[in-house]
């Protein structure tokens, strides 16, 4: 018989949620003990009535799910139940855990696991950012867990992979259902290279509401959670306030006071969130040594001084692009600043674009464009 069978029938169980399946696990070993119990027995468990002694005694295996078990086997994915030893600790520690994971890839157990989360339209300030703090984070043991949607999240693993490290990608959809789509690439790196991991159905779809659920398991896999940029109703500041109800800690780096993309993680700051400006504020809050040295020192920790070669010009061109940051800033503000007529500077602005050293976003705002972005 299929091992995790029973699993998967204790999960379609109508009744039994996380938080009761966690309690049933715990209270006698596995599911196949759960559905050997005496009535007597389950009515001890906190949430279980004689009707849900009922449904247990009338379980059976839905095909959706047997044909979700069939896909695991064809396409290499493993089911990593909460049980199994390889499951990640933390997670097994909230009140609510997956029952049983799907994994493209390989968890490590002993592992010192960082979520870092952030907007899906960010500047470039919060992208460059979030690259080089990830590739310094995994040089120092660490690996980095975060939800591969646009933006942040995927900075974050593109950071890991940068730095040769491992990070973990935690989907609002199954794994048959990639999204954003434009992502395929980085779940195959993810996958080489760590692991892609859902508490969903293969084939599930990335539904609105699978996203908050997603987030207690980002949050709950990890040590803390780093929230780079957020507005004030961004979803990372649940994923933050997720964190601190599992008494994880909460990191949160600093952003202009004229950004609303920072708005959010201003206001994580204010509440107590350990305001972060190299890696060592990270691995001092959570105790951890110090295990790789890098060279050289700067910002984000250790790390050899990079200087960006730019191409020759004009006149116009640098007193323009000297006046541009990674926050994006509004051409009627570049205007006023630098006195000059509209139709000049968007004709120097395009020039630019064209040089690949600046990039424009939706509402005529415009920003240096990150290096290699």
Known sequence: MDPYLPWFTLKYVPGIGNHLYKRLIERFGSPEHVFDASKEKLLEVEGISPRLISALRQASLPDEA????????????????????????????????????????????????????????????????????????????????????????????????????????VLGSGLEQIYPAENRELFQKITENGAVISEFALQALPEAHHFPQRNR??????????????????????????????????????????????AGTHILIKQGAKLVEHVQDILDELNLQNRTHLQGSGEFGAREIEIRVLPPLSEAEAVVFNALSPYPVHSDELVRRLSLT?????????????????????????SVKAEGG
């Open 342 to 366: 509209s139709g000049k500077l968007m004709a120097i602005l395009l020039q630019l674009e064209v040089k690949g050293l600046v990039q424009q976003t939706a509402g005529n705002y415009f």
């Open 217 to 262: 398991i980002i949050s709950g896999m990890s040590l803390g959670t780093l929230v780079v940029e957020a507005t004030r109703k961004s979803g990372s500041l649940i994923t933050a306030r997720l964190a601190a109800e599992q008494n994880r800690e909460v990191f949160a780096i600093p952003g202009s006071i004229h950004s609303f993309k920072s």
């Open 66 to 169: 047997q044909n979700d078990l069939d896909l695991v086997a064809q396409k290499g994915y493993r089911i990593i139940c909460l049980t199994d030893p390889v499951y990640p600790p933390l997670l097994r520690e909230i009140p609510d855990p997956p029952p049983f994971l799907y994994v493209s890839g390989t968890l490590d157990s002993s592992e010192h696991l960082l979520a870092v989360v952030g907007s899906r339209n960010a500047t470039a300030y919060g992208l460059t950012t979030t690259r080089r703090l990830c590739s310094d984070l995994v040089g120092k043991g660490l690996s980095i867990v975060s939800g591969m949607a646009r933006g942040i999240d995927t900075a974050a693993h593109e950071g890991a992979l940068m730095g040769r490290g491992r990070t973990i990608a």
